[in-house]
C-alpha cells in the first residue's frame, strides 16, 4: 500500500506529497492541471526511462519518492534475491540530474533500473489506455485467464518443463550441429592420425637417429682417428701407456723413502689403469666402426618420414608431433563418442517432450473449464454497467507446445444483441474497452497480490447511472485493494474515500501544479462544479451532496 508520494521538480511540480487513503482515492482537476504529470512520476518511480527535460528546475535534481507499507505482501524473496535488506516499510526513490543521469534506490541502497522495475511491479498496477490497447493481445488474453482461474503456480510448473524441454532441445541441436561438420572433416583428420600411427612415432629417437647417421656418414674418418688414437695410447714406441707404466716404475724404486712418493704412485697406477680401459674401448670403437650404405637408406628413410610429418603439422620436433597426434586421437574418439551423446539426448529430449505435452494437456483442460465461468461472470458485469446484450466468448484453438502452451486463446466480444461476436480490436469502442477492463480488474482483484492499482480515466466514455456504478464496483475492489483513479465523472469524485484536487498556481514567473485533498465542504463545492461548470447552481449543489451520501450508503452495504 502506498503511505507516501513525494515529487519534486518534475514538469509543473515544483513540489508535492500525496498521503492516499488505503481505500479508494479519487483525483480531479481540470484538463492539463498536471493529473498526468502525476502518472508520468510514478512511472519513473517504477522504474520508466527518464528524460532531463522534464526537469522543473533544470538546475536542480528531480526527486520523486514512495513508502509502502508491505507488511502483508510477502515479498521477502524478492528482496533476497536482490540482496538487499528487508523491511515492512520500504521507500523507493528516483533521482533525476541536471545533466540526465538517473540513479533509483531501495531502502536507500543504489539499484539497477531493472531491480526497481522488479520491485516496483509488485507494490503498484497502473491501468491506463496502453493497458486497454494489450487486451487486444492474445497472449495478455492468456495471462487474463491464467490468473482469473488461478492457474499461475500450474502454468509456472509448466514453464519450467517447457524451458528445461526447450534447453535439451537446443543442446541436441548443438550437438547434432557439431557432429555434422565434424564427420566433414572426419576422414581427413583420420588420414593424419592414421599417417602418424604408421610412424610409430613412440619407438622412435629423433636425436639418436640424427647422430648415428652422421657416425655412419663419417665412418672412414672416425675409424682412422681411432686408430691413431689407439696407436698413441698403446702401440706406438713412445705411446701413452708405455710412457706412463716407464713413470709409475721409477716412482715405486722411491717410493719407500716418503709417504708421497707412495701416494703419487699409487695415483699413477689408477691413471694407468683407466688408460688402459680408454685404451681398449678406442681399439673396440675401432673394430666396430663401419661404413654401412644400407643402414644409412634405413635411417634417413625414418628421419624424412618424421621431417615431412613435422612440416605438414607445422611443429619443429618430435615431442610437438606426438602432442598433434595425441589431438587427433582425441578428435577422432569424440566424433564417434559423440553418437553415444546425441542417443542419451534424445532420449532426455524426448522425454522432457512427454513432460511437456502431458503438462500442457492438464493445463489446457483447466483452462477450458474456467472458460465458460469467466463468460458468464464478466458478462453479467458489463450488462450491470450498461451493457445488457454483451456476449463473451473465449475462442480457443491449440499449437505446438510455446512459453504459456499449447493453447491459443481470443475474447470475441459483442455489445449488440443478435450480432456475432468479434476480436475486441473490431468489436469494441473506447469506452466499452474502458469498461471491459474495469470489470476484468473486478474480477481479477481477490486473484492478485498487487496492493495498489491505478486507474487513468478508465470511465471514458460513461456517464450517469453506469459511472455510479463503476464508483461501486471501484468501492467494492477498494476493500481488499487500495485505489488511485483519476476521474473527470462527478459520480466517480463521490464514490472516494478520500478526494484529492489537482489544480494550477500561476506565479509572475510560471505557472505550477498543486495538490490537495478536500474536505467534506470542498468535495460537495468540487462536484457541483464537475456537474454544472463554473457557476454551479443550488440544484448542482443538491446532486453533489446526494452523491455523497449515496457513497456512505454504498460503503455501509
Known sequence: MLVDLRIQNYALIEALELRPSALLNIITGE??????????????????????????????????????DISNYQLQDIFDSEDLDYDAQCILRREISPTGKSRAFVNDTPVTLETLRKIGANL???????????????????????????????????????????????????????VAQANKELDYHSFLLSELEEARLDQENQEELEQEIKQLEHAEEIK??????YQSLSESEYCATGSMKEAATMLGQIAAYADSFQTLKARLDSCLIELHDIADEV?????????????????????NVLYNLQRKHQVRDLAALIEVRDQLRQQVGSVLNLDKEIARLRKDTDGALATVTKQAAR???????????????????????????????VQHTTSQPTASGTDVVSILFTANKGAQPQTLSKA??????????????????????????????IDTGISGEIAVKVGRMMQQMAKKHQLVAISHLPQMAAAG????????????DRTISRIRQLSTEERIREIAHMIAGAKPSENAFESARELLAMRGEAMAA
Request: charged share 25%.
Open 363 to 393: 493445463l489446457s483442460e483447466s483452462r477450458r473449464k474456467a472458460f465458460p465461468k469467466f463468460e458468464k461472470e464478466l458478462a453479467a458485469l458489463l450488462s450491470e454497467l450498461g451493457m445488457p446484450h454483451s456476449r463473451i466468448v
Open 428 to 457: 469494441a469502442s473506447g469506452g466499452e474497452f474502458s469498461r471491459l477492463m474495469l470489470c476484468i480488474k473486478y474480477m481479477l482483484a481477490d486473484k492478485t497480490a498487487l496492493p495498489t492499482i491505478v486507474f487513468d480515466e
Open 497 to 508: 474515500d478520500a478526494h484529492y484536487f489537482v489544480y494550477k498556481e500561476d506565479r509572475a
Open 283 to 303: 681399439e673396440a670403437a675401432e673394430r666396430r666402426t663401419e661404413g654401412d650404405p644400407a643402414r644409412i637408406d634405413e635411417l634417413q628413410g625414418r628421419l
Open 124 to 178: 503498484m498496477d497502473i491501468h491506463s489506455q496502453h493497458d486497454t490497447l494489450l487486451l487486444g493481445d492474445a497472449v495478455f488474453q492468456l495471462n487474463l485467464l491464467d490468473l482469473y482461474a488461478g492457474l499461475v503456480p500450474t502454468r509456472g510448473q509448466y514453464s519450467n518443463a517447457y524451458r528445461q524441454y526447450r534447453k535439451l532441445e537446443s543442446d541436441l541441436k548443438t550437438l547434432e550441429n557439431q
Open 224 to 229: 682412422y682417428k681411432l686408430s691413431q688414437a
Open 31 to 68: 484538463t492539463g492541471a498536471g493529473k498526468s504529470i502525476m502518472l508520468g512520476a510514478i512511472g519513473l518511480l517504477l522504474g520508466n526511462r527518464a528524460d532531463s527535460r522534464m526537469l522543473f528546475n533544470t538546475g536542480s535534481k528531480c526527486v520523486i519518492e514512495g513508502q509502502f
